[in-house]
C-alpha cells in the first residue's frame, strides 16, 4: 500500500523559505508510470496546483509560483521535495504530496502539512 | 482558457441523482478528474478520464464529458456523499494543472 508523508516546518517566518518533503513508502518514486506533485490549500478555500516532477528531475510548475518554486528529487531515499522562497501570510495553508498517474491523475495523496506563514 | 468553473454549492435529497459541473475551454482537449474532500481530510480521487472510477469507489459515480463541459454524476446519493468536490485537469498548453473552485455538495 503506498503512503505518502509530508514532513517540515509548520511555522515559517515571511520572507523566508518553505522546504516540505514528501516521503514515499510501499513503493518506488522510481516508478515509470508515474510523476509526483505538490498542491496547497489556503485554510477554507480550493485546492491549487504547485508543480509536478519525475524521478529523473524533469518538472512543471504553476506559472503564477514558477519564480519561486524548486521541486527536487532523491531517488536514494525514495523522497522529494519543495522548496518556495520569499513566502508571505498568502502562502498560508495546507501541502499536499501526491503521485501522479501519468502526469495529471492524483491517484494517491499525503495526509496534508499545514504550514503558516506569520513572525 | 486556463481557468475550470464550478457552481459554489448543490445540494440534492437523500437518495435522489445529482449533477456537479466543470466548464473550462481545455476540457474540450483534456478529459477532466474528480476529487472528493471531506472535512479534515485528504482530498480522494473519485473519478478519472472522464468516466473511470478508482478500486473502491461506489459504482453510484459516474462522469461525462460534452464539448467544454464535464459532469460528475451521483446517482442515488448518500449522506456520507457529503462533502466539497473539485475537478482538475490540464490547461490548453497540456504541461500545467489547473483545479476547479470547488463545489460544496449538501445532502439534505
Known amino acids: 500500500q503506498l503512503q505518502l508523508q509530508e514532513s517540515g516546518p509548520g511555522l515559517v517566518e515571511p520572507s523566508e523559505i518553505l522546504s516540505l518533503t514528501c516521503t514515499v513508502s510501499?513503493?518506488?518514486?522510481?516508478?515509470?508510470?508515474?510523476?509526483w506533485g505538490w498542491v496547497r490549500q489556503p485554510p477554507g478555500k480550493g485546492l491549487e496546483w504547485i508543480g509536478t516532477?519525475?524521478?529523473?528531475?524533469?518538472?512543471y510548475y504553476n506559472p503564477s509560483l514558477k519564480s519561486r518554486v524548486t521541486l527536487s528529487v532523491d531517488t536514494s531515499k525514495n523522497l522529494f521535495s519543495l522548496k518556495l522562497t520569499s513566502v508571505t501570510a498568502a502562502d498560508t495553508g495546507f501541502y499536499y504530496c501526491?503521485?501522479?498517474?501519468?502526469?495529471?491523475?492524483?491517484?494517491?495523496w499525503g495526509q496534508g502539512r499545514l504550514v503558516t506563514v506569520s513572525s | 482558457s486556463s481557468e475550470l468553473t464550478q457552481d459554489p454549492a448543490v445540494s440534492v435529497a437523500l437518495g435522489q441523482t445529482v449533477n456537479i459541473t466543470c466548464q473550462g475551454d481545455s476540457l474540450r482537449d483534456y478529459y477532466a478528474s474528480w476529487y472528493q474532500q471531506k472535512p479534515g481530510q485528504a482530498p480522494l480521487l473519485v473519478l478519472y478520464n472522464k468516466d473511470n472510477r478508482p478500486s473502491g469507489i461506489p459504482d453510484r459515480f459516474s462522469g461525462s464529458n460534452s464539448g467544454s463541459t464535464a459532469s460528475l454524476t451521483i446517482t442515488g446519493t448518500q449522506a456520507e456523499d457529503e462533502a466539497d468536490y473539485y475537478c482538475n485537469s490540464r490547461d490548453s498548453s497540456g504541461d500545467h494543472q489547473l483545479f476547479g473552485g470547488g463545489t460544496k455538495l449538501t445532502v439534505l
Open positions: 516532477i519525475y524521478y529523473d528531475g524533469s518538472s
Open positions: 510501499g513503493g518506488s518514486i522510481r516508478s515509470m508510470s508515474h510523476y
Open positions: 501526491a503521485r501522479l498517474h501519468g502526469t495529471y491523475i492524483f491517484d494517491q
